[in-house]
């Protein structure tokens, strides 16, 4: 039976979140420039979100570019922008033909101008789709997140916030919290991503580098979440 097929499809985590890393090691294992493993790494994004996107799970959230990663070197920095605006130009057909909805999460205002309007553009061409959510968290750090959800609420005047009122502020507030965080790399950290709404995530760490992160792996990561009792604190 092929692994996939083991799968409960009633008891599928609505929204998945993704820390994709390993793309620099992934690289330097076969003698490549970084830059080759993040090309790798948008293959997997391929795989991963189309078959997020049939298998029935409503929200996808990846990790692309944290607020921290501006301190790579220039080089590496500017291939990442070009590789990010030729992505998303090429992936918006594939993208519509799947029925996914577009989703950007961070802040997105401060990106070169020609990435951020190739952004844009594709979100609104894809803002009426009714399949699942593509949530790609750029230029995003969750405790920048959180401040500025707190500005947002001091400049609005409001006197008192509940957990409610809080969500609203954030950057995507109509997503549900992530009920699974996949981490690949082996890493076992968290790294400024989603702090406040991955508060009773369940955790799940793989050693495969993203680049070699495919359909196979994402299922191995749903067959474990669908063995665990979820008890959110109680």
Not at 177 to 192: A, V
Not at 198 to 211: G, K, L, Q, R
């Amino acid at each position: 039976m092929p692994i996939a097929e083991k799968l409960d499809p009633a008891r599928l985590p609505a929204h998945v979140a993704i820390i994709m890393d390993g793309n620099r090691r992934w690289a330097k294992k076969r003698g490549l420039p970084s830059v080759a493993g993040h090309k790798a790494g948008v293959d997997s994004v391929h795989a991963v979100v189309r078959f997020a996107s049939r298998a029935g799970i409503k929200a996808l959230s990846i990790y692309a570019f944290s607020t921290e990663n501006w301190r790579r070197s220039k080089l590496e920095v500017s291939a990442l922008m070009f590789l990010l605006k030729r992505t998303i130009i090429s992936y918006a057909d594939e993208l519509d033909k799947e029925g996914v909805r577009l989703m950007l999460s961070g802040r997105i205002d401060e990106l070169p101008k020609s990435a951020r309007e190739a952004l844009r553009a594709a979100e609104e061409r894809l803002r009426k789709n009714k399949g699942m959510v593509l949530n790609i968290a750029l230029n995003y750090g969750g405790r920048q997140e959180i401040l500025d959800a707190a500005n947002k609420a001091l400049a609005s005047g409001m006197k008192s916030l509940d957990e409610a009122s809080f969500s609203k502020l954030l950057y995507s507030p109509a997503l549900p919290d992530p009920d699974l965080l996949i981490r690949t790399s082996g890493e076992m950290r968290i790294s400024n991503f989603l702090l406040w709404q991955t508060a009773y995530s369940e955790f799940y760490v793989t050693d495969t580098f993203w680049p070699d992160f495919r359909e196979e792996e994402f299922t191995k990561a749903l067959l474990e979440y669908q063995e665990r009792e979820r008890r959110r604190g109680k």
